[in-house]
């Protein structure tokens, strides 16, 4: 059963350096979401794809961040010129956008482990 | 999305019955209500969602009032691992609004 897959696990940088973040879906889902989550705080919308398309975007995703989903699998994140305010969980959910007239409600998002970033 | 107000925290005795308390009293007729629950350091884990029936999986149940201004999460046994945030979301659109949720501790 492989699940939503994130890689690295942990990342330490020092602020200014640039982040790259992959998240692989589960296989036949073919939306794919990111959040990101501060201490204490619940996880926040970023942005998200369906197939190869970024059909939205967060006002939290600045012009530091950019995400692909190049052959509509895996995506990545990347965070430019790192700040110490960019310290957080991210995490990648996916989820299977069947048919038109299916309500939103009932396409479940599925969620990897995440990667925690530290910016020092 | 509508909002939801949950108590900040909440105990419960291994093996008995855990209720969880949620408020949306803004709902709309076509949100749905999602039960997430997030283990310390790891993603969080969906559990089960529900629109106007009750509902039942192997994890929960998901008990919505007739007016859909509130709901109540129960674990029917629960467990030192369900020990965790738990996070009552109303959705009807793509993504999930996660607010502070509430913080389950299950003790022996």
């Known amino acids: 059963d492989t699940g939503v897959s994130q890689d690295p696990r942990h990342k330490i940088t020092k602020r200014g350096q640039n982040v790259t973040f992959r998240c692989d879906p589960i296989s036949e889902h073919n939306r794919l979401y990111w959040y990101r989550q501060t201490l204490g705080q619940g996880p926040e919308f970023l942005t998200y794809f369906q197939n190869e398309a970024q059909l939205e975007k967060s006002r939290l995703l600045s012009d530091r961040f950019s995400a692909e989903r190049p052959k509509g699998s895996f995506s990545t994140l990347e965070i430019q010129r790192t700040e110490q305010g960019d310290s957080a969980m991210y995490l990648c959910a996916s989820s299977f956008w069947g048919s038109a007239g299916v309500p939103y409600g009932e396409n479940i998002q599925y969620f990897g482990a995440g990667t925690r970033l530290s910016v020092l | 999305d509508a909002k939801t107000t949950q108590p900040p925290s909440m105990d419960c005795a291994e093996g008995r019955a855990a209720n969880l308390p949620c408020n949306h009293s803004?709902?709309?007729?076509?949100?749905?209500v999602y039960w997430y629950r997030q283990i310390h350091s790891q993603g969080p884990q969906y559990i089960i969602h529900?629109?106007?029936n009750n509902e039942t999986n192997e994890m929960a149940s998901l008990i919505i009032t007739e007016d859909r201004k509130s709901s109540t999460l129960i674990l029917p046994h629960a467990m030192l691992r369900d020990t965790a945030v738990y996070y009552c979301i109303v959705r009807r659109i793509y993504k999930l609004s996660f607010g502070a949720g509430t913080t389950v501790t299950v003790r022996a």
């Open positions: 803004t709902i709309s007729g076509n949100e749905y």
């Open positions: 529900g629109l106007k």
